[in-house]
């Protein structure tokens, strides 16, 4: 058999999310990446998906180590479930694990909140290579809204592979830290076998612009501002968290952090040195009520309309300590990502009602700038790596296809470009590529319980669903008071329901206080709906100690 | 009492569609619009809101007149379900009802195909006043995105009202049919108590820009395109229409119309004269094979990716007549609406793959305009009119919000400008305007059955939606195959179920057949849900002639 370099998206391509991609040699495998991704309003009752690595269990090779490009939830989100899967596979054999600095700290928080016994190790952007195997990989810095994103060169005896996930290319970073170009140039001079690309920004001409300019608008808004200064944004947009602290500083407002997850994302930076707070600038909430409002800015998790995130308590009147004010200003500092415009609207409008002023993408470009290369920074990278073939990756088709459109004006011949689905393989051999065999590749979910933003979920994978049943809870909820109209009906399948007559009953008060608590007209149904869920699911883990799909139908009357 | 004038929107207010308004004065109820809403993913099993009119059944007040200011579903669409109830609460009264030539055209097909015996009188724009009881209104032509729409001046004992929904100040439209400054300025010169604006797109700076400028841009495409030259738009933009009928003339191509509405209001913009075709170079679907691909038009409904349209039909492959080759080029010439991104993205991924050209608004901006004025339009119509009072309609909160903040900029004073909610009545009286009473408004539904855009549905409001009980279908579907891993299992509630296995039978027979046409990997799980559910709908009105809400649960295994 001749000399051959498999490489396999089990995630990451044709649905952006779930990046996980092997690259085979003989019995070896390694992996970039491990994350989540994101359930769709068709998949109900289901928040998160993982890749299905079903295929390693059949392949039966051996996990030489697993490789971490940067630290945002869909490229490193699915290790605390994964992880032990691997380590069962890799005959408990502890699987290398690798990454820069702050993408290692991340994962590693992740990994010890869920228990589980194995650290990623840091690699520094110091040239040196990783030897794993017969493959050799080493980290080269780009730009991206995540602190220490790398793209990774990977030296296998069949070909260099440059893997060049997520990036832009800002020569004005907030943290001053540029792409390695220098480095990226030789790696091209030295002959890439194949560039697989990150091509989410390929709608786009032009270049995307760098995040430091959005310094100037935080302060126009922050000058005006005679309230509480409130941004939400992406927690691991650590520079977009900087920029907003030092325009406070500058205008003597003491900062809160609210969100779980955001605050121990903060803490990390913190850590590291890359988040720099003037002592006695942080303020902790349960000390809020000593400062006067025009003292104080908010930073928040819960930019994409996440139900039971700061953002959304706060909108809705629901968080204990912070009430919006008619003088407050709320920042929307990101996109709502494709999928959450409606809800992100509907958080909007309803901070509009309480008269606050609202700033969002609609009516301000210039608090958000996206994390990913525009075409002409795609285009920058083709002709640094000079690659003899290119796969694009976490994209939709759409932008694999005006993707590859634009290599093509570049002067690369369309069957150097591969567009592929998940579970396709390409066969590398030192003269060629070709489509290989495709990989059964399946949805495996995971549920959502805690709310906050995307932590605390439990591992519920198909098999779970299918052992723990299904419960339907049907609710008539009068859309003029939000309230119950009767007692819910509960249909349960898939395990015994002696109970659920018991478990009826005790839903319905517990609905009951929990709808009473948001008296009045319904303007939010998918708060509601979230509530019955959420609810339930907590009541049905109580009573039963199990967690089967839980399907919310709300009836307006 | 005092001489009042009260207003007060049914709907329209806070979720932009189902618009319908009321003018009361003393017995007398003059109605404006009577537009559809469209349901949200909240709203499992129901596609199609109706405006809640049981408030006027309550007030028992005569309706005097109904008014149409254009040619839109959600200002025209509701009418053949609405128009029944109201002619009951007016006695059976007959209702005089008036619009201008293109909007009376289409609502008077729309009373038609449902069997209504009324219609409505076109009024010319020539400036006479239309008399309905103690109201006096005369239409005054607008720039929109369907020909003939119109602002209304409402002349009321108590004042008058400028009701300025939706428009644009387009000085180059296509048909050369400019607003009519004139007259807007004359009107604001005799003194408006209040004006009605539309708000939509108060969250853009500047001018929206002329709808004539696209020309170009189909001439572009259509110039290199080798294939078949596929145009997605509204069906009602005629002026859209006429461009590419005029770009495809000139460069030799027939045009082919897919889809039964866009094909009824095609035939009424020719009736009208508003469409003109060559002879000869519109052809009919069933002579497409005595055409090469690159002597052919198609224009297609279905661009807000709606199943069974005839876009996601093509897509899909499903067409009968028509395939899409790789030469072929797509053009969307309309944005996703708020909440359709997901599925649009879809279609264009869908057709992406089969190695199709499809341009689309996140690529080029160059194929579509707003049909809503921007920031500078709005305040043209504020400074023409010189209102004393304005009421920003037609818009989510938002929109309302940033519509009251350029209006202040403009001078006006917080307590002038009502924002308000479906239900909110404003009291006018000849020396001030007042927040009213509030009326409760709820959502009544309606559902579609034929799935062919928004055509053929059947009224079945909340009444009948607890007398036609609920039937839940569970379907194990395998995603590698796309077909039913086992017998669906049917819950049904609400109505006798004994004869629910049966049912099962034979919808396991039916989804099995429906679903082999599609056997393959699942990419669309959108599509396998809405077919459970067409299928189903279908199956269960035969078997058990009823129609209950059903809903697909489909499950991923």
């Given at each position: 058999?001749?000399?051959?370099?498999?490489?396999?998206?089990?995630?990451?391509?044709?649905?952006?999310?779930?990046?996980?991609?092997?690259?085979?040699?003989?019995?070896?495998?390694?992996?970039?990446?491990?994350?989540?991704?994101?359930?769709?309003?068709?998949?109900?009752?289901?928040?998160?998906?993982?890749?299905?690595?079903?295929?390693?269990?059949?392949?039966?090779?051996?996990?030489?180590?697993?490789?971490?490009?940067?630290?945002?939830?869909?490229?490193?989100?699915?290790?605390?479930?994964?992880?032990?899967?691997?380590?069962?596979?890799?005959?408990?054999?502890?699987?290398?694990?690798?990454?820069?600095?702050?993408?290692?700290?991340?994962?590693?928080?992740?990994?010890?909140?869920?228990?589980?016994?194995?650290?990623?190790?840091?690699?520094?952007?110091?040239?040196?290579?990783?030897?794993?195997?017969?493959?050799?990989?080493?980290?080269?810095?780009?730009?991206?809204?995540?602190?220490?994103?790398?793209?990774?060169?990977?030296?296998?005896?069949?070909?260099?592979?440059?893997?060049?996930?997520?990036?832009?290319?800002?020569?004005?970073?907030?943290?001053?830290?540029?792409?390695?170009?220098?480095?990226?140039?030789q790696v091209g001079k030295e002959g890439v076998m194949c560039l697989m690309s990150d091509c989410l920004g390929s709608e786009r001409p032009g270049c995307t612009g760098s995040e430091n300019k959005l310094s100037e608008s935080f302060e126009k808004e922050i000058k005006i501002c005679q309230g509480k200064f409130i941004v939400t944004t992406y927690s691991s947009n650590i520079a977009r968290i900087n920029q907003v602290a030092q325009v406070s500083e500058r205008y003597g407002r003491h900062i809160i952090f609210i969100g779980r997850s955001l605050i121990r994302t903060k803490e990390v930076a913190q850590r590291l040195g890359y988040l720099r707070i003037r002592p006695n600038l942080e303020v902790e909430l349960d000390q809020i009520k000593n400062y006067s409002d025009n003292k104080l800015t908010l930073i928040v998790a819960g930019s994409q309309g996440q139900?039971?995130?700061?953002?959304?308590?706060?909108?809705?009147?629901?968080?204990?300590?912070?009430?919006?004010?008619?003088n407050d200003t709320v920042i929307f500092s990101a996109d709502p990502i494709p999928g959450n415009e409606v809800i992100v609207n509907e958080l909007i409008d309803t901070i509009a009602k309480r008269g606050t002023r609202v700033v969002y993408s609609a009516i301000s470009r210039n608090f958000h700038v996206s994390g990913h290369g525009s075409l002409e920074e795609l285009g920058q990278l083709i002709k640094l790596v000079q690659p003899n073939n290119i796969i694009p990756i976490g994209g939709n088709f759409r932008h694999m296809a005006a993707y590859r459109d634009?290599?093509?004006?570049?002067?690369?011949?369309?069957?150097?470009?591969?567009?592929?689905?998940?579970?396709?393989?390409?066969?590398?051999?030192?003269?060629?590529?070709?489509?290989?065999?495709?990989?059964?590749?399946?949805?495996?979910?995971?549920?959502?319980?805690?709310?906050?933003?995307?932590?605390?979920?439990?591992?519920?994978d198909r098999q779970k669903l299918s052992e723990g049943g299904i419960v339907i809870i049907l609710c008539e909820i009068d859309s003029g008071t939000g309230q119950l109209v009767e007692k819910p009906e509960i249909i349960v399948r898939g395990f015994i329901d002696s109970d659920s007559r018991r478990l009826a009953n005790r839903l319905f008060q517990e609905l009951k206080n929990a709808l009473s608590k948001k008296r009045g007209r319904v303007t939010n149904w998918i708060y509601i709906r979230n509530l019955v869920s959420e609810v339930s699911e907590r009541r049905i883990y109580k009573d039963l100690r199990r967690r089967p799909l839980v399907l919310p139908v709300v009836i307006e009357v």
């Open positions: 058999m001749q000399n051959q370099l498999l490489f396999t998206p089990l995630g990451g391509i044709g649905d952006v999310t779930k990046n996980m991609y092997l690259y085979e040699y003989k019995d070896q495998v390694l992996i970039v990446d491990c994350g989540l991704g994101f359930a769709d309003e068709t998949m109900l009752g289901v928040d998160l998906l993982l890749p299905d690595i079903s295929y390693l269990a059949k392949a039966k090779k051996k996990i030489i180590g697993l490789l971490l490009t940067h630290g945002h939830e869909d490229h490193i989100g699915a290790l605390p479930f994964v992880y032990p899967q691997l380590l069962a596979l890799n005959n408990n054999q502890p699987i290398p694990m690798f990454g820069t600095a702050f993408t290692a700290a991340l994962a590693n928080e992740k990994l010890k909140e869920y228990g589980v016994g194995h650290q990623i190790k840091t690699v520094p952007f110091d040239g040196n290579e990783v030897v794993l195997g017969n493959f050799r990989a080493s980290f080269i810095r780009v730009t991206h809204s995540v602190p220490d994103t790398s793209h990774i060169l990977i030296k296998t005896p069949v070909g260099n592979i440059y893997h060049g996930s997520d990036f832009k290319f800002d020569d004005t970073p907030f943290d001053g830290k540029v792409s390695d170009y220098a480095k990226i140039s139900e039971n995130s700061g953002m959304a308590r706060i909108a809705n009147g629901e968080h204990r300590e912070i009430k919006l004010a008619s634009y290599a093509q004006s570049l002067g690369y011949r369309k069957n150097n470009i591969f567009l592929l689905e998940d579970g396709q393989e390409v066969v590398f051999s030192e003269t060629d590529a070709k489509l290989g065999k495709i990989i059964p590749v399946k949805n495996v979910y995971v549920d959502e319980i805690s709310g906050e933003e995307l932590e605390g979920f439990i591992l519920r």
